[in-house]
């Protein structure tokens, strides 16, 4: 890295002068980018990664927007009063009520923006409900998660090989519908592959890649905003206590650009920077489901600005726990993909001493019991997890992306005749996880758990439930051999720290004033405006609404 | 199914080109993703390659199996993945190539070309580019007519390729290693027949 003071300033000369750099092509960058240029202002956009699309084009796609345009297209009853009951429970008294308050009230002019002016084409998810539908207030049973129409690939010109054409996380080229409509990831073998090869010979984009894509085709075709790839950005250029610009790498060099109008951070969060993950996320071990380019730049770049960081509780974000299959890789690191066997029948999670601890069905449950701290031996004992199933399930279900029948891997599936020898195996008090096993049996056979009420879930039960069974997320284990894997924790991307924003997204300095020229949006800017809580696509669009409100706001909106 | 055929010219003699490919060992590292191989008998070997499917990327086992051993002219295989639902067959096959029968006009003194440092001009390079990614497209043949110098020696070299995907998502896993058929059967024909010219050029065959 070429060193330079930082902060940095001016230069005697620019490389290039336009009004708004937004730093990172996610969701948030884009959006501001598109939402800038469309009041008249140059635009320029630095990505560090050497493919367009940030996180939002690696993941699910999905966008969460209560009484949304497309669920009223469809009759679907919603209504804003109910959306904003449901965020105040998510938030569990930790949201900032002037951010979450801006954050609501500006989500659904944000979506249908881009759907009227950038050609976005939202379809709403039918039938899949909030995470807490339904004893939350304000939950819905389905509608609210917005997905996107399939991507033609080849629509982005110049752009088609630097964005993501698929994620690793998803079987490509399914919509969410079609996936909900073929019996969700508990039946993956049972998807139309045939359709889904078809559309991949024709790069037809679906999930993240699809999300992305429409939007990078609405900035950067559609209206020529250009971009640099593999461009990171190093530090802020001030002039005076404002930012005027940034020192970014490219092609071997330094690249100053002058941004009149301000700079947006988009860099996403921290994942790849083990250092800020452990001290920020308060876990031993920390790994990411995301592409390596997530640092913590933000926080670095405007932290030497005084920038204030602030922070949501991590007890109950969207961490999941996953594994990693050798010899899987992106990007040059090792590809580690979320658990989602546990909500299935015949499969269940123990802790070291054998016994279980959550409702595997729902994260939500399993996250903040997995930080359960006993305070008497120094320990977290629920760590690691193990993930235990056993032959019925291997001869119905995935593992990853290893179908039945298909060899597991030795290094990451460990495989016994007996639960006894498969604990002895893994580490595991083996007395424990008879017990356990013989609780869960019993009740499973029944498709019950009065435990922990696997499979109560309505939500678990459209993503991971098999519709055959009395109670799709629950079956015994107790067919031999026995299989086992270690978990580790597997990070999406939405972290508890980030940059303190106003309600024009724009970045705070310690001293509560906003830092002049400075915006942060997407997972970059601290999710105050959620609290405590999550539920899937509120990432996605509070990305799309802050970045929009950023880019409005540079061009005097 | 997803399947490659290429075919290239060289002015190598066949029994040159027989010598080096019939010994894995000379060529492995030109397989596309090559990590390792292992010959367990005269006839059967395990081999270890990443596949590199744009967004990711993963290690695949297979194990190959001589089906056919004909030389100077043909070798026959099958192959069967260890770790992966997918069986294929392929083939070498290396043909004489009469003096002045193929490629440019009689007597043309141009070189095989060597793909590390292709001498065409650039529109041509440009034009030969777009036909192999059309018939990547349509077909997934290509062919690369190299003439042989006048009065020498020559092989034509063809490298067939099918590999079948099993189970549940084989449409899914078709669509994807599609597209990457001819590129790994043009990079290993290429690289083999650019280290053989490469022997020649030093005045022997490359050993």
Request: charged share 20%.
């Amino acid at each position: 890295m070429a060193s330079a003071p930082a902060p940095t300033a001016p230069p005697t000369r620019w490389d290039q002068e336009v009004d708004l750099v937004c730093v990172g092509s996610g969701l948030g960058g884009i959006s501001a980018a598109i939402a800038a240029r469309d009041r008249g202002l140059s635009v320029l956009v630095l990505e560090k990664a050497p493919r367009l699309g940030g996180v939002s084009g690696f993941g699910g796609g999905e966008v969460f927007v209560p009484n949304n345009h497309k669920m009223r297209e469809l009759g679907i009853a919603d209504s804003d009063e109910a959306g904003r009951a449901y965020f105040q429970f998510l938030s569990a008294g930790f949201a900032d009520p002037t951010l979450q308050a801006t954050l609501l009230a500006h989500m659904k002019p944000a979506i249908e923006y881009m759907e009227k002016e950038a050609g976005v084409r939202w379809i709403a998810v039918e039938g899949l409900p909030d995470y807490y539908y339904a004893d939350a207030p304000g939950s819905h049973p389905g509608g609210r998660y917005l997905s996107v129409d399939l991507f033609d690939g080849r629509s982005l010109g110049e752009w088609q090989a630097r964005t993501y054409p698929m994620t690793p996380h998803v079987p490509p080229g399914a919509l969410h519908r079609e996936m909900y409509a073929w019996g969700g990831l508990a039946c993956v073998t049972q998807w139309d592959y045939e359709l889904i090869g078809q559309r991949l010979a024709n790069d037809q984009r679906s999930f993240g890649p699809g999300l992305m894509g429409w939007f990078v085709k609405a900035a950067m075709v559609d209206r020529g905003i250009p971009a640099l790839v593999s461009a990171p950005a190093r530090s802020l250029v001030v002039d005076g206590g404002a930012v005027v610009g940034v020192r970014a790498e490219h092609e071997g060099r330094d690249l100053y650009v002058r941004a009149r109008k301000g700079v947006v951070l988009a860099v996403g969060g921290y994942d790849w920077n083990r250092e800020l993950a452990r001290q920020y996320e308060a876990m031993p071990d920390w790994n990411s489901a995301c592409p390596p380019y997530l640092h913590g730049d933000h926080l670095v770049m405007a932290g030497e600005l005084g920038a204030a960081i602030a922070a949501v509780p991590p007890t109950d974000l969207a961490l999941f726990y996953g594994y990693h299959i050798p010899g899987e890789e992106s990007d040059g690191h090792p590809l580690y993909r979320s658990s989602w066997e546990c909500g299935c029948p015949h499969a269940l999670w123990v802790n070291r001493a054998g016994q279980r601890f959550c409702d595997e069905s729902f994260y939500k449950d399993y996250q903040p019991r997995l930080r359960t701290w006993d305070g008497q031996r120094q320990t977290m004992p629920n760590l690691p997890p193990f993930l235990i199933f056993d032959q019925n399930y291997r001869d119905r279900y995935p593992l990853g992306s290893f179908m039945p029948g298909q060899p597991l891997p030795s290094e990451l599936v460990v495989q016994a005749d007996t639960p006894r020898e498969l604990a002895e195996k893994l580490g595991i008090d083996p007395d424990g996880l008879e017990r356990t096993l013989e609780r869960f049996n019993e009740h499973a056979r029944r498709g019950e758990d009065p435990d922990f009420g696997k499979g109560s879930r309505p939500w678990s039960v459209r993503l991971t439930g098999d519709h055959s069974y009395p109670n799709p997320c629950v079956g015994p284990v107790e067919r031999p051999p026995f299989y086992g894997v270690r978990l580790v924790p597997v990070s999406v991307g939405i972290n508890s720290h980030g940059l303190r924003t106003d309600e024009h997204a724009r970045v705070l300095h310690v001293r509560g004033r906003p830092i002049p020229g400075l915006y942060a949006v997407g997972n970059s800017a601290a999710l105050l405006d959620l609290g405590g809580g999550y539920q899937s696509g509120t990432s996605n669009m509070r990305a799309i609404t802050w970045g929009w409100i950023a880019g409005r706001h540079a061009a005097g909106a | 199914m997803a399947e490659a055929r290429y075919t290239t010219t060289t002015r190598v003699p066949p029994e040159q080109v027989w010598d080096f490919v019939q010994d894995m060992d000379r060529w492995a590292e030109f397989v596309m993703g090559y990590q390792t191989h292992e010959k367990r008998s005269e006839t059967e070997s395990v081999w270890t390659l990443k596949g590199d499917l744009g967004v990711m990327s993963r290690t695949l086992t297979f194990e190959v199996r001589i089906t056919e051993w004909n030389g100077p002219s043909r070798v026959r295989f099958t192959l069967r993945g260890l770790n992966e639902p997918m069986s294929g067959e392929g083939a070498f096959t290396i043909e004489a190539v009469p003096p002045g029968s193929e490629g440019g006009p009689e007597g043309s003194a141009a070189p095989a070309p060597v793909p590390a440092a292709p001498r065409k001009a650039a529109p041509l390079r440009w034009l030969e580019a777009l036909a192999r990614r059309l018939l990547r497209w349509i077909g997934g043949r290509s062919e690369r007519a190299a003439p042989p110098a006048a009065g020498a020696a020559a092989s034509r070299l063809t490298f067939e390729l099918r590999i079948d995907p099993g189970g549940p998502m084989a449409p899914m896993v078709n669509a994807m290693i599609k597209p990457l058929m001819l590129p790994a059967a043009e990079q290993l024909a290429d690289r083999i027949l650019a280290r053989l010219e490469e022997g020649r050029a030093e005045g022997g065959a490359s050993r």
